[in-house]
Nanobody, 118 residues
Framework: QLQACGGGLVQAGESLRLSCKASGSIYRINHMDWHRQAPGKQREFVARITFTSSTSYVDSVKGRFTISRDIDDNVVYLTMNNLKPEDTAVYYC??????????????WGQGTQVTVSS
């Protein structure tokens, strides 16, 4: 189960931090992602942090967004600086890994709205 929060309405240039907590019988998390979906557009990948803490980003957010995690509490964060109107979207977290019985899993959070006004 994933619980995402932290969205809101901000002005261009401001910052927000999203968080998403994974709970349940999790043995290991292989990667934690953020994706977003703007009105009328397909969902797109935003950022990923892996089991080894390697990170990757879509080009449009490089240098502005930072993904991080709290390993002990299974929480992933997305710190978004210098927000632009084109960052307006519903942001979703996705977590994939192994459950305690070694079954693979991939779960999506419910989404949190980020609106950036110009």
């Amino acid at each position: 189960q994933l619980q995402a929060c932290g969205g809101g309405l901000v002005q261009a240039g401001e910052s927000l931090r999203l968080s998403c907590k994974a709970s349940g019988s999790i043995y290991r998390i292989n990667h934690m992602d953020w994706h977003r979906q703007a009105p009328g557009k397909q969902r797109e990948f935003v950022a990923r942090i892996t089991f080894t803490s390697s990170t990757s980003y879509v080009d449009s957010v490089k240098g502005r967004f930072t993904i991080s995690r709290d390993i002990d509490d299974n929480v992933v964060y997305l710190t978004m600086n210098n927000l632009k109107p084109e960052d307006t979207a519903v942001y979703y977290c996705n977590v994939a890994g192994l459950l305690n019985g070694m079954q693979p899993f991939s779960s999506w959070g419910q989404g949190t709205q980020v609106t950036v006004s110009s």
